[in-house]
C-alpha cells in the first residue's frame, strides 16, 4: 500500500531540481519532507543527486551506498509503507529498499503523515468519536478540515466500526456529479496513522450551530433555505442507500451561502426501504426520532428517522431565543406528537408550519421523502423554480382577464341583438 494518495509519476529527477530541494530543506525541512513524499512516493526511479541533497551529503561512490542513503532518505522524510528505488551507479544494479511498519504505527524515527504533509491552524471542535483540525496543506497551500479519531482502535473488529464514516463519506463523494446539488461535506482523503483515524475533508466557513449561538434570528426565507440545502442532501444520500440518523446543527455547515451535511460517525446503509444491515447508535436525544428507541429499531425505515431530526432542527430555528429543545421530560414527549405548539408568525409563514409539521409527524411513514418535499412547497424550490412558478401565475392571471374581457364582448353583443330584434 503506498504511504500517500498521489497520481503524480516521476520518471526521474534531473539536476535542477537537486537545488530545488536543497533551498527547500535549508529554509523549511518540514515543507522538503512533504515534497519529498508527495513526489517521490510512487517513483521507480530517481537521481542519486536528488539524495544527497535530501540527506545532505556531498557525494555518493557505490551502489550500497546509494541504497543506505536511500533508506535515509525515507526514514528522514516520514515515508513508511513506500517502496524507495535508486538508479544505481553506471554498470551497477539499482537497489530497493522497503519500509513496512506495521499499519497505522510509527517507525522509530518517522514523522506521520499528519505532522509530515499539514499545518495546524486552529482547533475546530470535537466530541464523541474525534476532533476536527483546521489545517493548511504543505504542498499545496489549500485548507483543509482534519478529522482525528479520540482514541487508537483495538483490533480488526473495531477499525471497522470506527470507519463506517470513511465508507459512507467516501462512496457518495463517488457517487457525486453534480456539485451544484452536492449538499454534503466534500471528502478527500483518509489514512490510518498510529491506529488513529484521519479524516480530510472540505473546510467550511462556519456550523448553524455556530451561528444559533451568536444570536441570529432566522426568518422564513433563512429557514427554507438551510431546509432545502439539506433535503438536497438528504435526497442524494437516501437515493444511495445511506441514513445519516445524526441530523442536527452542529452537523450542518455552511460555505459561500451553501449549507451542507456532515459528520458521518453514525451513518448506516440500508438494504431496502431504510432497513439497516447493522445495529444504530443513538445520536443527541435533542433531535432524536422517537422510533430510534424502539426495540425492534432494524426494522424501521430510518430514513423517515432523518426527515424527523431535519424538522426537529426548523423548529428550533423558528423557535429560538423562546424555546430550547429538551433532552427529555414531558416536552420532549410533546414536541413528538402532533399537538406541538407552532403556529404562524412575523418569521415563521403558514407555509413553513406546513413544512415542520410534516416533517415532524408523529407517524413516521406520514413525513413525505425529501423529493416530494422539494416538488410541492414553493419555500422549498430553487430560485429558478420560483422564477419559474412566478411567471407561470402570472400567465395564469393575464388569461383569467383575458377571458374575462372575451366574455364581456361576447354579453354586449348579445345585448345589441336583442335591443335590435325588440325594435323589430
Same mark, same amino acid.
Given at each position: 500500500?503506498? %504511504? ?6 516521476? !520518471? ?14 535549508? $529554509? ?6 512533504g515534497l519529498f513524499a508527495r513526489t517521490f512516493c510512487r517513483t521507480d526511479s530517481y537521481d542519486e543527486n536528488v539524495i544527497m541533497a535530501l540527506n545532505g551529503v556531498s557525494s555518493i561512490t557505490s551502489s550500497s551506498n546509494i541504497n543506505n542513503k536511500s533508506s535515509s532518505a525515507g526514514k528522514a522524510f516520514g $515515508?513508511?509503507? %513506500? ?16 519500509? $513496512? ?102 473546510? %467550511? ?14 426568518? !422564513? ?44 460517525? @453514525? ?24 422510533? @430510534? ?54 418569521? %415563521? ?47 395564469? !392571471? ?10 364581456a364582448v361576447a354579453s354586449r353583443g348579445s345585448g345589441r341583438l336583442k335591443r335590435h330584434h325588440s325594435i323589430i
Amino acid at each position: 500500500m503506498d %504511504c500517500f494518495d498521489s497520481s503524480m509519476e516521476v !520518471a526521474e529527477a534531473d539536476v535542477s531540481m537537486t537545488s530545488t530541494y536543497s533551498d527547500v530543506i535549508q $529554509t523549511s525541512p518540514k515543507s522538503a519532507r512533504g515534497l519529498f513524499a508527495r513526489t517521490f512516493c510512487r517513483t521507480d526511479s530517481y537521481d542519486e543527486n536528488v539524495i544527497m541533497a535530501l540527506n545532505g551529503v556531498s557525494s555518493i561512490t557505490s551502489s550500497s551506498n546509494i541504497n543506505n542513503k536511500s533508506s535515509s532518505a525515507g526514514k528522514a522524510f516520514g $515515508t513508511p509503507d %513506500c517502496i524507495i528505488k535508486t538508479r544505481g551507479t553506471p554498470g551497477s544494479v539499482g537497489g530497493e529498499v522497503r519500509t $513496512t511498519p506495521t499499519l497505522g504505527q510509527h517507525s522509530e524515527g518517522n514523522i506521520g503523515r499528519f505532522q509530515n504533509d499539514f499545518e495546524v491552524i486552529r482547533t475546530l471542535g470535537g466530541g464523541i468519536f474525534g476532533t476536527v483540525y483546521a489545517a493548511r496543506g504543505i504542498v499545496d497551500s489549500a485548507e483543509y478540515a482534519v478529522k482525528k479519531s479520540k482514541r487508537r482502535f483495538h483490533g480488526d473488529n473495531d477499525r471497522e466500526k470506527m470507519m463506517m464514516e470513511i465508507h459512507a463519506i467516501s462512496r457518495l463523494s463517488a457517487q457525486s456529479e453534480d456539485d451544484e446539488v452536492f449538499s454534503i461535506v466534500r471528502y478527500f482523503s483518509a489514512w490510518i496513522e498510529d491506529d488513529y483515524i484521519f479524516l480530510q475533508m472540505e473546510l %467550511c466557513e462556519t456550523s448553524l450551530e455556530e451561528i444559533i449561538a451568536q444570536g441570529q434570528v432566522f426568518s !422564513a426565507t433563512d429557514v427554507f433555505l438551510v431546509l432545502r440545502h439539506v433535503l438536497l442532501a438528504l435526497k442524494f444520500l437516501h437515493s444511495h442507500d445511506f441514513v445519516h440518523l445524526d441530523i442536527k446543527p452542529a452537523n450542518i455547515m455552511r460555505k459561500h451561502g451553501h449549507y451542507k451535511l456532515g459528520d458521518f460517525g @453514525l451513518a448506516r446503509r440500508f438494504i431496502s426501504q431504510g432497513h439497516v444491515m447493522s445495529g444504530v447508535e443513538e445520536g443527541d436525544s435533542r433531535y432524536l426520532a422517537s422510533e @430510534l428507541l424502539e426495540w425492534n429499531v432494524k426494522d424501521k425505515d430510518l430514513t423517515k428517522a432523518d426527515l424527523f431530526s431535519l424538522g426537529i432542527t426548523a423548529y428550533e430555528l423558528v423557535m429560538r431565543p423562546t424555546d430550547s429543545l429538551p433532552q427529555n421530560g414531558e416536552f420532549w414527549h410533546l414536541l413528538r406528537s402532533n399537538n406541538f405548539p407552532l403556529a404562524p408568525s412575523p418569521v %415563521c409563514s403558514q407555509e413553513l408550519v406546513d413544512v415542520i409539521k410534516s416533517l415532524m409527524h408523529a407517524d413516521p411513514s406520514q413525513r413525505p421523502p425529501p423529493a416530494t418535499l422539494l416538488s410541492t412547497f414553493i419555500g422549498l424550490a430553487s430560485d429558478k423554480e420560483k422564477e419559474i412558478y412566478l411567471l407561470t401565475l402570472t400567465n395564469e !392571471a393575464l388569461k383569467s382577464k383575458l377571458h374575462e374581457a372575451e366574455a364581456a364582448v361576447a354579453s354586449r353583443g348579445s345585448g345589441r341583438l336583442k335591443r335590435h330584434h325588440s325594435i323589430i
